[in-house]
């Protein structure tokens, strides 16, 4: 492949679109029975971890491979933790897994199928809330990772029955519904997001084994994947690496540390930075519980008053002088400790993030020059920039969610709620501008300050457990289907690369992909899901210039426009779905004079049609077949 403007190419000059999924939410744990990793039992699985079997054992990964070639999803987003690659210890790479990688990627490449490697975390850690980064880089800095649920320094779904104990719940409340952002917010992650990215400029007496934190902890995670790389550079099913999937700032930028800043949820528990840190450190604190946009009650971090540091070592802001307890009182020293850095505001995209990219690519060309690099913004949608000198084949992988089906794991194709203004939209078609509009955002910002990159949507998908389950037991997914047709179409109206979140091997009705109570796998129980709304129509390799697709779901008509160039001698391809299309779907041209030479193959569920020479704009219209339908 290689990048043409904002377009990518493959090697005869046609035009891709690159679609495809995340495989897949189960990686985010290491391997074990279906739920098994939502267990207070899985966190204690540290040096020990074995991801080999993520995304699924090598003798599925034909099957898992054919069914996503047939359903045209392929280009695929592989995700592989930091912890995955070194869990046993700083420098201790797993080759078990690497090599099991090595036969996934060829796999892969036996099915035509391309991959880029995302280095996936959420929220730091296991140990965190989330997933990504080994415990040692927590135990490093002296965390004792028994202790951050007491302390709130975390808010873990493993951990959580244990402290939410009630008469009405003697087993623990429910996790929360989507509570696992909110660690951004706590001392842990947040924590480590700082050091990671700003340690030199926040911390700059926290040394870890001779080296400022920063510089010990980025160069620990890029000789990991520089490693890994090293390992499957010749795979040809390898076509490139993400950086970081959604970077945060940690408490980078704060103004004021006693004010709850930027929060990543709407409700739940809202500490500020201050109350963290004192938590942490072994203070009982009270901590506001907002809904509906204001505190409602309030919750004590840390009753028992337990420190999460380990006996030698303290909070690294306390040692940084933002913070004393010199008198027996804790006391904030700095409140605006993270608000400037070299005498300017801090400016975490530019002066902190952008940096680490360009140090990671660096890197990571010295294995591969030639390589494709996928980056990404933060997780609100906030972009670096990118200019002529940085590094080339770069493509800006910004992710979307409807965040009102999220977060209320409901559906209504004609009502929504602007996040950003809580502005309510009501009827069918301005949810689904608004939907377009969303990722034109994305496309807008790339074109304008990003030197008009490719785009790829990197993450984007809809909650299956949503309805209260209903559709487990009616196996009814027409409300789902018709979700992410709408998110498609808004894919389709920016003309984006995008790769579907996601898909879980083993995921479950019961256990969900196994990670935080999510459940937004196409694929459960052996079954596809909602196959209506993401197997559908669209121009694989186009032999000229893309100029717009649309594919009408429900009346079964889908239309590609695009101006041909008569200098490419290889066919256009397009994915027709036989589910929609059956072995002779109707072809139209536009103009109809004008037909070219094409070919339909039931069997590859393809079209192909060749410009012969011609150049020129060129429409071709396609019907489902009369006795197909969708509910």
């Known amino acids: ?91 201790q790479y797993d080759e078990a897994y690497l090599a099991y990688l090595r036969k996934i990627l060829l796999e892969a490449e036996k099915k035509g199928l391309s991959v880029f490697i995302d280095p996936h975390q ?25 202790l951050t649920d007491a302390a709130g320094a975390a808010l873990t779904r493993q951990r959580y029955g244990e402290f939410h104990k009630s008469a009405a719940h003697p087993e623990g409340d429910p996790f929360p519904r989507m509570m696992w952002p909110g660690n951004y917010n706590r001392y842990a992650a947040a924590t480590m997001f700082s050091l990671f990215f700003g340690g030199r400029a926040f911390a700059p ?26 390992r499957l550079k010749n795979c040809a099913a390898l076509a490139g690496w993400g950086i970081m999937n959604e970077p945060h700032y940690g408490f980078i930028g704060c103004r004021d540390l006693q004010t709850a800043e930027n929060p990543m949820v709407p409700l739940g528990l809202r500490p500020s930075p201050w109350a963290c840190m004192q938590a942490a450190s072994g203070y009982p604190v009270n901590v506001p519980v907002y809904r509906l946009g204001r505190p409602t009650q309030w919750e004590t971090f840390n009753p028992r008053g337990v420190s999460i540091f380990k006996e ?44 680490f990219i360009r140090r990671f690519i660096e890197r990571m060309k010295e294995a591969n020059e030639n390589c494709f690099f996928f980056i990404e913004g933060l997780p609100q949608g906030m972009h670096p920039t990118w200019e002529k000198d940085d590094p080339p084949n770069v493509v800006n992988a910004y992710h979307w969610y409807d965040g009102f089906s999220l977060f209320t794991k409901s559906f209504r194709p004609w009502f929504n709620i602007r996040p950003d203004n809580a502005k309510i939209i009501l009827g069918k078609k301005k949810v689904r501008d608004y939907f377009a509009e969303c990722l034109a955002e994305g496309v807008a910002w790339t074109r304008e300050h990003m030197g008009n990159i490719p785009c790829l949507l990197g993450e984007f998908g809809l909650p299956f457990d ?34 579907l979140w996601n898909y879980t091997a083993d995921n479950t009705n019961e256990a969900g992909d196994g990670w935080n109570d999510e459940d937004l796998s196409i694929f459960s129980e052996g079954k596809e899901r909602a196959a209506a709304g993401w197997k559908r129509p669209y121009p694989m390799a186009t032999a000229g210039e893309l100029l717009s697709i649309e594919w009408d779901y429900r009346r079964g008509v889908f239309r590609c426009r695009f101006r041909a160039d008569g200098a490419i001698a290889a066919p256009t391809i397009i ?32 079209l192909y049609v060749w410009n012969e020479g011609r150049s020129g704009e060129m429409e071709i219209v396609f019907h489902r077949t009369p006795q197909k339908s969708v509910p």
């Open 312 to 355: 030698g070592f303290a909070c690294p802001w306390k040692r940084a002088g933002v913070w004393t307890d010199s008198d027996g009182e804790a006391r904030l020293l700095k409140p605006d400790h993270f608000s400037a850095c070299e005498n300017r505001p801090a400016d975490f995209l530019g002066g902190f993030l952008k940096p």
């Open 575 to 606: 994915y027709l779905p036989a589910e929609q299309f059956g072995e002779a779907p109707r072809i139209e041209f536009v103009p109809l004079n004008e037909a070219p030479r094409f070919e339909y193959r039931a069997g590859e569920e393809r």
């Open 122 to 146: 959420d929220v730091w850690s296991r140990w965190t809330g989330g997933d990504g980064a080994p415990a040692w880089t927590l135990e490093k800095i002296g965390i004792d990772l028994d």
């Open 205 to 230: 007496g926290l040394d870890i084994e001779g080296e400022n934190a920063q510089d010990w902890l980025q160069e620990r995670y890029i000789a990991a994947f520089r490693h890994c790389y090293r």
């Open 466 to 499: 949503m309805n209260k389950r209903s559709a487990f037991t009616s196996g009814n997914y027409s409300i789902h289907e018709e979700a992410l047709s709408m998110y498609y179409d808004a894919v389709d109206a920016n003309l984006l690369h995008s790769t």
């Open 1 to 91: 492949m290689k990048i043409f403007n904002n377009r990518i190419l493959d090697e005869e000059g046609r035009t891709l679109i690159l679609r495809g999924v995340n495989l897949g939410g189960g990686s985010k744990n290491p391997f074990g029975p279906p739920g098994w990793g939502l267990t207070a039992e899985s966190l204690k699985i540290r040096e020990n971890a074995s991801f080999v079997g993520r995304p699924f054992p090598i003798e599925e990964a034909e099957s898992h491979f054919e069914r996503l070639s047939r359903a045209g999803l392929t280009f695929l987003r592989l995700v592989v933790t930091w912890e995955a690659l070194e869990h046993s210890g700083p420098g």
